[in-house]
């Protein structure tokens, strides 16, 4: 007698794997290019990443000081006043704004990525943290090889910020989503 076929008399069983499986290669994917991509952010000249021309053609320095409360501040040796150069004042609002939503990224991408993997919320933070630490610090230091910028040991702090902020966020989300879908994977 013949054994019988998968699909004569009994129906063909697909096992698929778990979301957490599948979505694993995703997240490293997506995480090694963001690495990759604030490296390539890193390499490139001041002057490539201005926003000030664009600042400058769009808005004129009435409207400029208006959008702006007055301020003054110092930072990595230099003096920042609204009153008198707003374009500079927002260059480096949007600048370091960009530093906390890049590391902020980052940490909340290595950190989901952990948890995938079933590591404590309290380890993959730590781990995450570390990680965003150890990029921000390489990243500043591969900025001395740049065309015009300098590292600088600030700029790693608001990254750190940054990471903090992104971990904290997805925390609070996981655990907002966990009380609505009590089944969810997280």
């Known amino acids: 007698m013949a054994k019988p076929r998968a699909g004569a008399g009994r129906p063909m ?3 698929r794997l778990p979301v957490t ?3 694993r290669p995703l997240l ?3 995480l090694i290019s963001w690495i990759a991509l604030i ?3 890193s390499n490139q000249s001041y002057q490539t ?3 000030k021309p664009a600042l400058e053609r769009k808005i004129d320095s009435e409207t400029a ?3 702006l409360p007055p301020m003054s501040f110092h930072y990595n040796g230099e003096f920042y006043m609204s009153k008198f150069n707003p374009y500079d004042v927002m260059e480096f609002i949007f600048r370091k704004m960009a530093h906390l939503f890049v590391y902020g990224v980052l940490a909340a991408s290595a ?3 952990l948890r995938m993997y079933r590591v404590s919320a309290g380890l993959s933070a730590f781990i995450a943290l570390s990680l965003t630490a150890l990029i921000a610090c390489l990243d500043e230091y591969n900025q001395q090889f740049s065309l015009s910028r300098t590292p600088n040991p600030e700029d790693v702090l608001i990254d750190l910020i940054g990471g903090c902020l992104g971990v904290v966020v997805l925390y609070i989300v996981s655990k907002v989503r966990r009380r609505s879908n009590p089944l969810s994977l997280e």
């Open 28 to 30: 490293w994917g997506c």
């Open 65 to 67: 000081q208006r959008y």
């Open 49 to 51: 990443q201005s926003i």
């Open 111 to 113: 950190w989901l990525l």
């Open 39 to 41: 490296f390539v952010f």
């Open 13 to 15: 069983v697909r096992r």
């Open 21 to 23: 499986s599948r979505l």
